[in-house]
C-alpha cells in the first residue's frame, strides 16, 4: 500500500509562512494527482489545492495568491506555500494522493494522516 507521510504544519502568527511536504512511498509509482485537503472543526473537508499529472493546478478562491502547490516528480513529494496565514486557515491539512503503481492496473485514493495548522496571536 501506498504511504502519505506529511510533515510541516505547526503554529504561526497571522501574516506568517508554513511549508506542508507530502512525500509518497514506494517505488515505481504513478502519480496521477495530488492536493491538499483542509477540515476546520465544524465544517466540511474542503479542497485547498491540487496538482494534475501534467502540472495544471486549482486552488480554492479562499486561498488563491496566497497559497502555491508544487511537486517533486523524483521524490514523489507536494509541498504547500503557505503565505499571509489567516486565522481561518486553522485546520487540519490532509495530503491526498490517486497513485498506482507502475505496471498495475487502476488508480487508488490515498489520505494522509493530516498536520495541523493553526493560525493564531
Known amino acids: 500500500q501506498v504511504q502519505l507521510v506529511e510533515s510541516g504544519g505547526g503554529l504561526v502568527q497571522p501574516g506568517g509562512s508554513l511549508r506542508l511536504s507530502c512525500a509518497a512511498s514506494g517505488s515505481m509509482l504513478s502519480i496521477n494527482a495530488m492536493g491538499w485537503y483542509r477540515q476546520a472543526p465544524g465544517k466540511q473537508r474542503e479542497l485547498v489545492a491540487n496538482i494534475m499529472r501534467g502540472g495544471s493546478t486549482t486552488y480554492a478562491d479562499s486561498v488563491k495568491g496566497r497559497f502555491t502547490i508544487s511537486r517533486d516528480n523524483a521524490k514523489n513529494t507536494v509541498y504547500l506555500q503557505m503565505n499571509s496565514l489567516k486565522p481561518e486557515d486553522t485546520a487540519v491539512y490532509y495530503c491526498?494522493?490517486?497513485?498506482?503503481?507502475?505496471?498495475?492496473?487502476?488508480?487508488?485514493?490515498?489520505w494522509g494522516q493530516g498536520t495541523q495548522v493553526t493560525v493564531s496571536s
Open positions: 491526498n494522493g490517486v497513485i498506482r503503481r507502475v505496471g498495475v492496473r487502476g488508480y487508488d485514493d490515498y
